[in-house]
């Protein structure tokens, strides 16, 4: 008995359980006490004393190997349940190491700790099905198994969690660095498509804005479909990367709003400046076209006035059409170009009423002293009118009138300081013309009539003395006193008229008081005793 409890002993306890041990001991005590039953002598009794004394000390010693087997049994069992726990950790620690490895960015945090969960899960079941003993040894190394992985994993997690958010820090600033330099580089092509004036006016700042407008929402989208992260941190990054856009998309509006309004200023103020440019070409037309006194008095002010009206209103109608801007910086320069346009067109039309009425005043008083030189014209055809009016008197008496409508002139245009000297010598040369035109004509008309006087008088004086020569020189002498012409009356004068005409006619007829012949001959002939010689008798009396 004793020998086979030693053979027990030295059996691998993992390989038998108490259980079995304790049945395979029982087994052999009953098998050991029935073959002493066998080998035992005396009677009855004696064996019986025997087997009873036998089968205490067996059971005695078979109680003592179970408990001995029992304790070795549980210390194997102890030792191969944690050595199967230590194994389930180090495979967990090589999962997770393993899993270190990984491109994190690859796997999210929450994939990683779905498939740390799996694997411990695994671990856990495989270790299970190496565990031995009963289920409570089971449980309490599981248990303790099962918390010891547990603070693996968190402890795993945290660590990847830092890694991961480190990594998807990286890509996403490479990402959104790669989007801010995409949107500057359009921001710098809008600019360069939009330097000068022609390109510039193209687009229009709200017109801009929607295209930087779509192009970061682009940008946006683009990021958003490749940022990395969980779904705050998307947020967050593009949150941060959309204010930057729009920051630098309002900063540029900003400058080209300022660009666009300079280039349309510019633009408008050219076209101002041409409109400008030809309401002073019509007004320079209009000045070049009336310069002449025939056209200046075809077009009355009031006519002017409408042609210049009508150029103003359709050049502001065409300025109104081309500028650009909004309404209150159009408004501001039409305003500004109402004033200078309206400016101009009041000072011209000053200028020009004074020239018209200059102009009315001079030809009326042209057409006035040419009136007065028709009358003095028909005058003349009467022998008696002509010959009492002497061509000095005649001189004198259109100086007289001249001088009249010249005061006449100078008062009308007296508002007009600045133009009145100019106007007035003009015109006092036209009506010193117009005097010496008919100066000339009416001293040939009066030598005729002085010449037609005297042949009258030379014929009535050779006519023989006869009966009706009484009549006829008292006549004679009768019209020549009654237009103050002495007529010589003695004792031989009718004798030497005809004599005298001759040289009277050739040598003492008037001369024009203006003509600048010789310094004797400015105001006409004068005799010895200083009076003009067309105021001398054209007969001396004879005493």
């Known amino acids: 008995m004793e020998q086979f409890f030693l053979e027990q002993a030295e059996v691998k306890c993992l390989q038998v359980t108490p259980g079995e041990m304790q049945q395979q001991l029982k087994e052999k005590h009953q098998e050991l006490l029935q073959g002493c039953r066998e080998?035992?002598?005396?009677?009855?009794?004696?064996?019986?004393?025997?087997?009873?004394?036998?089968?205490q000390e067996s059971a005695k010693m078979q109680e003592a190997s179970l408990l001995l087997y029992r304790n070795k049994y549980k210390e194997a069992v102890l030792s191969a349940n944690r050595k199967a726990a230590g194994n389930t950790m180090k495979e967990l620690e090589?999962?997770?190491?393993?899993?270190?490895?990984?491109?994190?960015?690859?796997?999210?945090?929450?994939?990683?700790?779905?498939?740390?969960?799996?694997?411990?899960?695994?671990?856990?079941?495989?270790?299970?099905?190496?565990?031995?003993?009963?289920?409570?040894?089971?449980?309490?190394?599981?248990?303790?198994?099962e918390q010891e992985s547990a603070r693996k994993q968190e402890a795993s997690l945290v660590l990847y969690r830092e890694k991961y958010k480190d990594a998807v820090f990286s890509a996403n600033r490479v990402l959104t660095k790669g989007a801010k330099k995409e949107f500057a580089e359009f921001l710098n092509a809008q600019d360069h498509d939009t330097q000068t004036e022609e390109q510039c006016l193209q687009v229009e700042p709200n017109e801009l804005q929607h295209r930087l407008e779509r192009k970061y929402?682009?940008?946006?989208?683009?990021?958003?479909?490749?940022?990395?992260?969980?779904?705050?941190?998307?947020?967050?990054?593009?949150?941060?990367?959309e204010q930057e856009l729009r920051e630098s998309s309002e900063e540029f509006l900003h400058t080209y709003r300022q660009r666009f309004r300079q280039m349309e200023n510019s633009t408008?103020?050219?076209?101002?400046?041409?409109?400008?440019?030809?309401?002073?070409?019509?007004?320079?037309?209009?000045?070049?076209?009336?310069?002449?006194?025939?056209?200046?008095?075809?077009?009355?002010?009031?006519?002017?006035?409408k042609q210049l009206e009508?150029?103003?209103?359709?050049?502001?109608?065409?300025?109104?059409?081309?500028?650009?801007?909004?309404?209150?910086?159009?408004?501001?320069?039409?305003?500004?170009?109402?004033?200078?346009?309206?400016?101009?067109?009041?000072?011209?039309?000053?200028?020009?009423?004074?020239?018209?009425?200059?102009?009315?005043?001079?030809?009326?008083?042209?057409?006035?002293?040419?009136?007065?030189?028709?009358?003095?014209?028909?005058?003349?055809?009467s022998m008696f009118k002509c010959l009492k009016m002497n061509p000095t008197k005649m001189w004198q008496h259109l100086e007289k009138k001249r001088d009249s409508l010249l005061q006449s002139c100078s008062r009308e245009l007296s508002d007009e300081k600045s133009q009145v000297s100019?106007?007035?010598?003009?015109?006092?040369?036209?009506?010193?013309?117009?005097?010496?035109?008919f100066f000339l004509l009416y001293e040939e008309h009066y030598k005729k009539k002085f010449f037609m006087m005297c042949v009258s008088i030379g014929a009535i004086a050779s006519l023989p003395i006869?009966?009706?020569i009484g009549a006829g020189v008292a006549a004679a002498v009768a019209g020549a006193h009654a237009?103050?012409?002495g007529v010589p009356v003695g004792a031989g004068g009718l004798s030497i008229i005809g004599g005298v005409i001759g040289s009277i006619i050739g040598s003492r007829h008037p001369k024009n008081p203006n003509r600048k012949s010789t310094s004797s001959e400015h105001q006409g002939r004068r005799d010895t005793d200083g009076t003009p010689s067309d105021e001398i008798p054209l007969l001396s009396r004879e005493e």
């Open 39 to 55: 080998e035992l002598l005396g009677d009855d009794f004696q064996k019986k004393v025997a087997l009873e004394e036998l089968e």
């Open 94 to 145: 090589k999962f997770v190491l393993g899993q270190a490895e990984v491109e994190c960015l690859q796997v999210t945090p929450g994939e990683m700790q779905q498939q740390l969960k799996k694997k411990h899960q695994e671990l856990l079941q495989g270790c299970r099905k190496e565990l031995l003993g009963d289920d409570s040894q089971k449980q309490a190394i599981l248990e303790e198994l």
């Open 217 to 241: 929402h682009d940008l946006l989208q683009h990021c958003q479909g490749k940022m990395m992260g969980e779904e705050p941190q998307k947020e967050d990054t593009l949150g941060k990367l």
């Open 268 to 305: 408008n103020l050219k076209a101002k400046g041409r409109i400008k440019q030809q309401f002073e070409e019509f007004i320079q037309e209009q000045d070049h076209d009336t310069q002449t006194e025939e056209r200046c008095l075809q077009l009355k002010p009031s006519g002017m006035w």
């Open 310 to 381: 009508e150029k103003y209103q359709d050049l502001l109608q065409r300025l109104k059409g081309r500028l650009m801007g909004e309404e209150p910086q159009k408004e501001d320069i039409l305003r500004e170009l109402e004033e200078e346009l309206r400016e101009r067109m009041n000072e011209f039309l000053l200028i020009y009423n004074q020239r018209f009425r200059q102009i009315e005043a001079k030809e009326r008083i042209k057409k006035q002293f040419e009136e007065f030189i028709g009358e003095q014209k028909q005058d003349s055809e």
């Open 422 to 437: 100019a106007a007035r010598e003009m015109l006092e040369t036209d009506l010193k013309n117009m005097m010496e035109d």
């Open 466 to 468: 006869g009966a009706g």
């Open 483 to 485: 237009i103050g012409i």
